[in-house]
Each structure stands twice: as C-alpha cells, then as structure tokens.
C-alpha cells in the first residue's frame, strides 16, 4: 500500500519556522520526485511549492524562493521541507506528493500519490 504522511506541522509566530516531514512507502522512492503543495482555507491548492526529483534536481515556486529549502533522505524514505521566516499568509495545509517523472514538474496533475496533509498556522 502507497502512504505518504506528512508531519511537523503547527502553530508558530511569524518570523519563526518548521520543519516537514514527509514519509513515504509502497513504492520506489528513489525513482519518485516528491513535491510540496499547501492550501489556505478558502483557495485553491497551491504548489508545488518545491519538488525534488530523483535526478537530484529542485524547484522553488517564486513564493518559498530563499525561505524554504526541501531535502531528501533516500535511507530513510523521507522528504523534508524546512520553512524558515514564515508569514501569516503561510497558513494552510501543506501536502506531499510523488511523482513517477524523473524531471521536475510543476503540473499537480502528474503527482500520483498524495498525503493527507499536515496544518501550518502562522500567527501575526
């Protein structure tokens, strides 16, 4: 069975930071690019946010770019995404992906497995 869970979500003051997990299993993790989305109550999924792609590639969307930084652990099945200098408008629920693509790709409709989701409140 294909899970991946995310977790280290919570409540932190703006300006402060978190770090994600998101651990996977069921399939070959090695071979998957995992991605970062989140979705803010009342709007749309945003993301990916960052992906990292089993080439050793990343992709920062222009909202995240020099605040947040994803890393992958192959040992361990585990993506990480470190939020640093977080904002109100942070707020949502972050989800990790997989996808089956070995470049990067920015289209959500290509990630074939996805998390439940872990929630950030960001306080001003």
């Known amino acids: 069975e294909v899970q991946l869970v995310e977790s280290g979500g919570g409540l932190v003051q703006s300006g402060g930071s978190l770090r994600l997990s998101c651990a996977a299993s069921?399939?070959?993790?090695?071979?998957?690019?995992i991605g970062w989305f989140r979705q803010a109550p009342g709007k749309e999924r945003e993301g990916p946010l960052c992906?990292?792609?089993?080439?050793?590639?990343?992709y920062y969307a222009d909202s995240v770019k020099g605040r947040f930084t994803i890393s992958r652990d192959n040992a361990k099945n585990t993506v990480y995404l470190q939020m640093n200098s977080l904002k109100p408008e942070d707020t949502a629920v972050y989800y990790c992906?997989?996808?089956?693509?070995?470049?990067?790709?920015?289209?959500?409709?290509?990630?074939?497995?996805w998390g439940q989701g872990t929630q950030v409140t960001v306080s001003s």
């Open positions: 069921g399939f070959t993790f090695d071979d998957y690019a």
């Open positions: 992906a997989a996808t089956s693509l070995v470049v990067v790709t920015t289209n959500s409709a290509l990630y074939d497995y």
């Open positions: 992906v990292s792609s089993s080439d050793g590639s990343t």
